[in-house]
C-alpha cells in the first residue's frame, strides 16, 4: 500500500503499462516535456523517450485516428486529450471509427485505444474546460465509458483499461486530482463492476466520478438524521453493472441517481429506465434524479450553486423517503 | 514484349502541368521531372488489370440495377490511376482505400466478390485487412489519411523497421528497378488513398502536418477526379491539389491520373523515399471520374456532356491499348492476346456474378459477437429478446413462409 493523489496514481498506472508491455504508448498534446497540464504524465517522457510518449501535433482528430492506425499495427496507444470541451472535434474519429472496428470488421480488428479525458466542473475554470461529455460516449455501441473517483480505483483502472482489447472512454474527475488515497497493487473489482462504497437499507444512493464524495457525506449526514443510505460508485457507465444496482433497489425500495451532466438523456435516465423495467413492484418512490442542469456549464461565478451538492442530494433523499 | 522508343514531350516548364509518359494517343514520351523507362513495366499485364477492372465496375453497376447490390461507386475513368499506384506497391505495404479503390484491391489480390458485400449489405467489410495489406473501405470521407498515418507511426516504431533499414534500401532500389518482389524484405511503406473533396477536411490536413513533421513512411495518393458528388473542384480550392502539398512541407506531384505509367512511376519513387526514410509524397492523379459519383446519384444534372466527352477521349484503357497495337503490330501474337483478356473477362463476370448472389445472408446475431471483444451482459440479454422475436414471427409465418 503506498498513499497518492488520484493523478499520481494515474501517472503511477501509466508508468507500469510502458514498463510492461512495450505495445503501450502515449500520445497527447503537451504531455511530454511538459508533463500534461494537470502533470498526470509528469516523468514519462524523460524515462520513456518521446517515441512512446508522443507530444502530438494540436489536433484532437489526430490524436484518436493516428491510435486508430496504430492499433491496426499492434499497439495500445493511450490518448489524452487535454480537456473535456476540446474532445469534439475528435468525436468523428471516436464514434465512426474507433467505436465501430471491431464490428466492421467483423471481430477480426481489435482497437484497444485509451482516451484519458480530464472532465467535469468544480475548480473554477473558464468554458469549455468543465463538461460531463460521458453520455455522448456510453450512447455508442462499441466504446466502453468508465471514471474513477479514488486513486486505488485510478491505479487499477486504467491498467485494466489500456490492457482491454476493446476502446476505452477513461473519464478521469479533474477535481478530484489531488484526492489522497490509498493505493493498491492488484484490483479489486473488475474494470465494469459498480462498487457499493457504503451498505444501507433506506434507500440507495448512485453516483460515480467526483460526485462519490459527496454523496458519502449525504449518507452520512442523512445517517445523523436516521436514515439509512446505500451509496454505489458505478465506476462503468459503459457497460452498466445495472445487476449491482438493481440488488441494492430490490433491498431499499428507493433510489436517487446523481451526476454532473445535463438531466436529459443523460446516464440517470438510463438507470431510472431499467429499474422500472425490473424493480417497479419494489419501488416505494419515484427514481429521482440529481443532476446539472440542461444548460451549457455555467461561468465558473455560479458553478458552486449549479453542480448537484450535498444540498441537493439530501433534499432528493427527503423527498424520496416523504413516499 | 517489344521494347518501346520513347521521345520528349513539348512539356512546358509550368509546374502544374501533369507529368505525363503516355499521350491520349497512345504514345510513350518522357518527362525531365519523372525519369522512368517503360521497359521496367509489363504493359500487357497492366492492360489486364484495367480491362478486368473496368469489368468489375461494369458487372456491379448491372448487379445493382438489378437489384441485388444497395449502391455501388463507380470507378469508371480511373483505372489508370488505381492499377498504376497499385503496382506500385510491394505485398508488405499497407493500403488504406477509400470505398472507390476496388482496381486497388484487385490488384491487392482481395476476392472482388468481398468487395461486394459491403455494398449488398451481407457485411460491413468482409475480408481479413491483414491477409492482403489492403484496409476495409472507409465511407467517412479523409478519415482513413490518419489511420494510414498512426500505422506509418507503428512502422517506425516496429522492431522490424529501424532494424532492417540498410537491407531494405537496398531491396527498395531493386524494386524500383524492377517489379518483382524482392529477395529481402524491404521495410513497409503506407499508401492512403483519398479523393479532391477529402482535402477540404480538416482530418486530411492533419494527416499532412502529422506526417510531414515526424517524416512518415506514407504516400498520400489523391485522385483528383474533379468532382465530389455534385460539387466541382473548384468549390474544394482555387490551387491544384499537388501545390497545396507546400505548405505542409511535402513535395506534391501532378500526373496525368489517365496515363497509367506516370501514375505507377509516380508511385514507386514516393514509397521508394517514404521506406528509404525521406517523408511522405502528396501526388495528385489528375483524372476524371466518367460516371456518376454512386449509382444513387446523376451526373446530367451538374455536369456538361461536353466535359464528358472531352474526357472520354483520354480514357486510360484506350491509350493503353493504342500503345500496345502501335508497338506490338507486328507482333501477330497481340490479337490473340487481347482476345484472350476479353474471354477472360467475360467468364470473370460471370463468376462475380454467380458469386455476389451467393454470398452468405448474415446470422442475426453476427452484429452483437463484434460489438465489442466479449458480449456484454447485457448485449447477451438484447440478443436473446431478438432471437425470440425471430423465432416468434417464425411460428406466425409457419413453415410455408406465410402469414396465417
Given amino acids: 500500500m503506498t498513499t497518492t493523489t488520484l493523478a499520481g496514481a494515474i501517472n503511477d498506472g501509466l508508468r507500469h503499462a510502458l514498463t510492461t508491455d512495450p505495445a503501450v504508448l502515449l500520445l497527447g498534446e503537451d504531455i511530454g516535456r511538459l508533463g500534461g497540464v494537470f502533470r498526470v504524465t509528469d516523468g514519462l517522457c524523460a524515462d520513456f523517450g518521446t517515441s512512446r510518449v508522443v507530444d502530438t501535433p494540436l489536433g484532437e482528430a489526430g490524436i484518436v485516428g493516428t491510435a486508430v492506425g496504430l492499433a491496426m499495427r499492434g499497439y495500445r496507444p493511450v490518448c489524452e486529450i487535454q480537456f473535456d470541451g476540446f474532445v469534439y472535434p475528435a468525436v468523428n474519429q471516436i464514434i465512426s471509427q474507433l467505436a465501430k472496428y471491431r464490428h466492421r470488421s467483423g471481430g477480426r480488428i481489435a482497437m484497444p485505444v485509451v482516451i484519458r479525458i480530464p472532465y467535469g466542473g468544480g475548480i473554477g475554470s473558464i468554458e469549455h474546460h468543465s463538461e460531463s461529455p460521458e453520455a455522448y460516449f456510453a450512447h455508442t455501441p462499441g466504446l466502453k465509458v468508465v471514471t474513477c473517483a479514488t486513486p486505488d480505483d485510478a491505479f487499477n483502472m486504467i491498467g485494466q ?11 478521469e474527475p479533474k477535481r478530484r486530482y489531488w484526492t489522497k488515497g490509498e493505493v493498491s497493487g492488484a484490483p479489486a473489482l473488475d474494470l465494469h463492476r459498480a462498487r457499493t462504497v457504503r451498505t444501507g437499507s433506506d434507500l440507495t444512493l448512485v453516483a460515480y466520478g467526483p460526485l462519490v464524495a459527496p454523496a458519502l457525506e449525504t449518507a452520512r449526514i442523512a445517517g445523523e438524521e436516521g436514515h439509512s443510505v446505500e451509496v454505489i460508485d458505478l465506476r462503468s457507465l459503459a457497460p452498466l453493472d445495472t445487476d449491482t444496482v438493481m440488488a441494492s433497489v430490490l433491498r431499499t425500495g428507493r433510489l436517487v441517481v446523481t451526476h454532473e451532466a445535463s438531466r436529459t438523456h443523460g446516464i440517470g435516465a438510463e438507470i431510472a429506465a431499467r429499474v422500472q423495467e425490473e424493480a417497479f413492484y419494489a419501488l416505494e418512490a419515484p427514481v429521482l434524479r440529481v443532476t446539472g442542469y440542461d444548460t451549457p456549464y455555467p461561468p465558473s461565478r455560479l458553478e458552486e450553486d449549479w453542480l448537484p451538492g450535498v444540498d441537493r442530494m439530501l433534499a432528493a433523499v427527503d423527498r424520496s423517503l416523504a413516499h | ?135 476495409l473501405y472507409t465511407l467517412v470521407i479523409g478519415a482513413q489519411t490518419l489511420h494510414a498515418v498512426g500505422y506509418a507511426m507503428g512502422i517506425v516504431r516496429d522492431p522490424v523497421g529501424p532494424a532492417v533499414s540498410a537491407a531494405s534500401t537496398a531491396a527498395a532500389s531493386a524494386v524500383l528497378a524492377t517489379p518483382a518482389t524482392p529477395a529481402a524484405p524491404a521495410a513497409p511503406a503506407v499508401l492512403a488513398f483519398l479523393g479532391d473533396g477529402a482535402l477540404s477536411e480538416g482530418e486530411t490536413n492533419e494527416a499532412f502536418i502529422w506526417a510531414t513533421t515526424q517524416s512518415l513512411p506514407v504516400v498520400f495518393f489523391c485522385q483528383n477526379n474533379q468532382w465530389a458528388i455534385s460539387a466541382p473542384y473548384s468549390v474544394q480550392s482555387t490551387v491544384p491539389v499537388a501545390q497545396r502539398a507546400a505548405g505542409f512541407g511535402l513535395p506534391g506531384i501532378r500526373v496525368d491520373g489517365n496515363d497509367v505509367l506516370a501514375c505507377l512511376a509516380a508511385t514507386r519513387r514516393a514509397l521508394h523515399t517514404a521506406r528509404t526514410g525521406g517523408g511522405p509524397t502528396l501526388i495528385e492523379a489528375f483524372t476524371y471520374r466518367r460516371n456518376a459519383h454512386t449509382t444513387a446519384d446523376d451526373a446530367s ?35 490473340a492476346y487481347f482476345a484472350e483478356i476479353e474471354a477472360e473477362a467475360q467468364t470473370f463476370a460471370e463468376g462475380l456474378r454467380a458469386r455476389c448472389r451467393a454470398l452468405p445472408e448474415p446470422d442475426p446475431s453476427l452484429p452483437f459477437e463484434h460489438t465489442y471483444a466479449e458480449m456484454t451482459p447485457e448485449l447477451s440479454r438484447q440478443l436473446a429478446e431478438h432471437r425470440a422475436h425471430l423465432a416468434s414471427l417464425q411460428e406466425i409465418s409457419g413453415p410455408s413462409g406465410e402469414r396465417a
Avoid at chain 2, 53 to 71: C, F, K, P, S
Avoid at chain 2, 305 to 332: F, I, M, N, Q, Y
Wanted: with cysteine; net charge negative.
Fill in chain 1, 161 to 171: 483499461a489500456i490492457a482491454s482489447d476493446d476502446p476505452v472512454i477513461f473519464l
Fill in chain 2, 1 to 135: 514484349m517489344p521494347r518501346t522508343s520513347a521521345k520528349t514531350s513539348a512539356k512546358t516548364n509550368d509546374r502544374q502541368d501533369p507529368i505525363q509518359l503516355l499521350t491520349p494517343q497512345g504514345e510513350a514520351v518522357s518527362d525531365a521531372r519523372l525519369p522512368f523507362d517503360p521497359a521496367d513495366v509489363d504493359l500487357p499485364a497492366l492492360y489486364r488489370d484495367m480491362v478486368l477492372t473496368r469489368r468489375l465496375d461494369t458487372e456491379a453497376i448491372a448487379l445493382q440495377r438489378q437489384g441485388e447490390l444497395g449502391l455501388w461507386p463507380s470507378l469508371f475513368g480511373q483505372e489508370a490511376a488505381q492499377i498504376g499506384a497499385a503496382r506500385a506497391l510491394l505485398p508488405s505495404d499497407m493500403v488504406f482505400p477509400t470505398y472507390r479503390e476496388h482496381g486497388v484491391a484487385w490488384c491487392r489480390g482481395l476476392d472482388p466478390a468481398s468487395l461486394l458485400g459491403l455494398f449488398r449489405g451481407t457485411t460491413l467489410g468482409g475480408w481479413d485487412p491483414r491477409d492482403v495489406n489492403f484496409n
Fill in chain 2, 301 to 335: 444534372r451538374y455536369r456538361e456532356t461536353a466535359e464528358e466527352k472531352e474526357w472520354a477521349a483520354k480514357d486510360p484503357l484506350a491509350r493503353l491499348h493504342a500503345h500496345l497495337v502501335a508497338t506490338g503490330a507486328a507482333d501477330s501474337a497481340y490479337s
